[in-house]
């Protein structure tokens, strides 16, 4: 298969889709691996090392979209982008449809095969192509919380590990989901004083098990988040129902009971946010003061370390990338489970219910595509 991958032009992505280690992957199997000029710059990776790998570079985005059968990318295609893509072309990236109708109907009307990483399930309902952003995400929310608990950056002045004869800060993590853990992992391995609140028992017994002694579970409800708030450092929000917002569980009259220079960082903030005050900020801006309290709600913030987010993503997309490029879409999605619901939109319909709702578009069942 003849593969492209562009450069990313959405505002402030350095992620790319591919490493030279994946090109090198596809080129062994058979495949045309084609990365437009400088794609890999921002994740490090040079020009010379796709070539060394196998891979050809192209000059523009143009002709990347024009030679490829099956386009790989990070962030969803954007308005420039829509009119490059040719019917039939398979498009594999996170696309969010149901947040942005214009991308829906840009992606309808060019009749291309859209799989999306969001979407993308495995049978215990886990989302793969997502976690490795989580990951990310909730490790750098305690590394980020720990600087803005620095003096000059108007936190408390407080050491998260302490010193010996001094305690170490108390950290609250709001959801041990795949953030909430990763948080409470560098949390406790700073030395500090870590508490996981979530209301799934079971979640919490095998948290309990796992976890290093400095880390205490507790069930997540108002009142015991109105008695923790008073004593933490800095709080991390890491919940998430699925296909909802994120419930308020930190009200704005709480942060009046929180000590000055207390950090929240808010990381469930693309579903709305766990905290009331909690607004999108942007890594050039990153925080606000409310009430003595600092927040920290970047909505990417995976986007600030894109050699680990490449990585890490990669490695996640790649296994089904190949499947892709092997067997194309069709014949993938039939032997590979998974990647029958990252099926968004083919042939000018969508095949995604939750999609179509979203926009009251028409619907169309993804077996009359699969089927034999
Ligand atoms: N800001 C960013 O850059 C960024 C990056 C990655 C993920 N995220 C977001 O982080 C959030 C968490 O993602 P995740 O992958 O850890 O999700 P997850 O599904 O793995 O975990 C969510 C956890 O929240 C728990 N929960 C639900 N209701 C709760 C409540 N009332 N109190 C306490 N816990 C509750 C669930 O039981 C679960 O354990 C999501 O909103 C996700 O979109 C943000």
Same mark, same amino acid.
């Given at each position: 298969?003849?593969?492209?991958?562009?450069?990313?032009?959405?505002?402030?992505?350095?992620?790319?889709?591919?490493?030279?280690?994946?090109?090198?992957?596809?080129?062994?199997?058979?495949?045309?691996?084609?990365?437009?000029?400088?794609?890999?710059?921002?994740?490090?990776?040079?020009?010379?090392?796709?070539?060394?790998?196998?891979?050809?570079?192209?000059?523009?985005?143009?002709?990347?979209?024009?030679?490829?059968?099956?386009?790989?990318?990070?962030?969803?295609?954007?308005?420039?982008?829509?009119?490059?893509?040719?019917?039939?072309?398979?498009?594999?990236?996170?696309?969010?449809?149901?947040?942005?109708?214009?991308?829906?109907?840009?992606?309808?009307?060019?009749?291309?095969?859209?799989?999306?990483?969001?979407?993308?399930?495995?049978?215990?309902?886990?989302?793969?192509?997502?976690?490795?952003?989580?990951?990310?995400?909730?490790?750098?929310?305690?590394?980020?919380?720990?600087?803005?608990?620095?003096?000059?950056?108007?936190?408390?002045?407080? *050491?998260?590990?302490?010193? %010996? $004869?001094?305690?170490?800060?108390? &950290?609250?993590?709001?959801? !041990? +989901?795949?953030?909430? @853990?990763?948080?409470?992992?560098?949390?406790?391995?700073?030395?500090?004083?870590?508490?996981?609140?979530?209301?799934?028992?079971?979640?919490?017994?095998?948290?309990?098990?796992?976890?290093?002694?400095?880390?205490?579970?507790?069930?997540?409800?108002?009142?015991?988040?109105?008695?923790?708030?008073?004593?933490?450092?800095?709080?991390?929000?890491?919940?998430?129902?699925?296909?909802?917002?994120?419930?308020?569980?930190?009200?704005?009259?709480? *942060?009046?009971?929180?000590? %000055? $220079?207390?950090?929240?960082?808010? &990381?469930?903030?693309?579903? !709305? +946010?766990?905290?009331? @005050?909690?607004?999108?900020?942007?890594?050039?801006?990153?925080?606000?003061?409310?009430?003595?309290?600092?927040?920290?709600?970047?909505?990417?913030?995976?986007?600030?370390?894109?050699?680990?987010?490449?990585?890490?993503?990669?490695?996640?997309?790649?296994?089904?990338?190949?499947?892709?490029?092997?067997?194309?879409?069709?014949?993938?999605?039939?032997?590979?489970?998974?990647?029958?619901?990252?099926?968004?939109?083919?042939?000018?319909?969508?095949?995604?219910?939750?999609?179509?709702?979203?926009?009251?578009?028409?619907?169309?069942?993804?077996?009359?595509?699969?089927?034999?």
């Amino acid at each position: 298969m003849i593969i492209g991958v562009p450069k990313e032009i959405k505002n402030n992505e350095n992620r790319v889709a591919l490493t030279p280690a994946g090109a090198k992957e596809l080129v062994k199997r058979g495949h045309q691996v084609y990365v437009q000029h400088s794609a890999g710059v921002g994740s490090g990776f040079q020009d010379e090392e796709y070539t060394t790998a196998g891979a050809t570079i192209l000059p523009t985005i143009e002709e990347t979209y024009r030679i490829a059968e099956m386009i790989i990318k990070v962030k969803e295609p954007i308005e420039p982008e829509y009119k490059l893509i040719k019917e039939n072309q398979l498009l594999f990236t996170y696309f969010h449809f149901a947040s942005y109708e214009p991308l829906t109907k840009a992606m309808v009307a060019s009749k291309a095969v859209c799989l999306a990483y969001e979407t993308v399930e495995k049978a215990d309902r886990s989302l793969p192509l997502l976690v490795p952003m989580s990951e990310v995400a909730g490790r750098m929310a305690i590394q980020k919380g720990a600087n803005y608990l620095e003096k000059p950056l108007k936190g408390r002045g407080i *050491l998260l590990g302490g010193v %010996p $004869g001094v305690l170490p800060a108390k &950290v609250l993590i709001l959801g !041990g +989901g795949i953030v909430g @853990t990763q948080a409470a992992w560098m949390a406790a391995g700073l030395g500090a004083d870590v508490t996981i609140m979530d209301v799934s028992l079971p979640r919490m017994r095998y948290l309990a098990d796992v976890m290093p002694a400095n880390v205490k579970t507790m069930m997540s409800n108002e009142y015991n988040i109105r008695e923790m708030v008073k004593h933490a450092d800095l709080i991390v929000g890491a919940v998430l129902i699925p296909g909802a917002k994120a419930p308020h569980l930190i009200t704005k009259d709480m *942060l009046k009971l929180m000590k %000055p $220079g207390t950090v929240l960082v808010d &990381v469930a903030v693309d579903q !709305g +946010g766990c905290i009331e @005050t909690c607004k999108p900020t942007t890594h050039e801006n990153p925080t606000y003061i409310i009430d003595d309290v600092v927040h920290y709600c970047v909505a990417n913030m995976p986007g600030a370390v894109p050699y680990t987010s490449t990585l890490a993503l990669t490695n996640a997309t790649l296994p089904y990338a190949i499947q892709l490029a092997d067997k194309g879409w069709k014949k993938a999605s039939q032997d590979n489970p998974d990647l029958v619901p990252g099926l968004n939109v083919i042939n000018g319909e969508i095949v995604y219910k939750a999609v179509a709702e979203a926009f009251n578009m028409p619907y169309t069942d993804v077996e009359k595509y699969l089927a034999d």
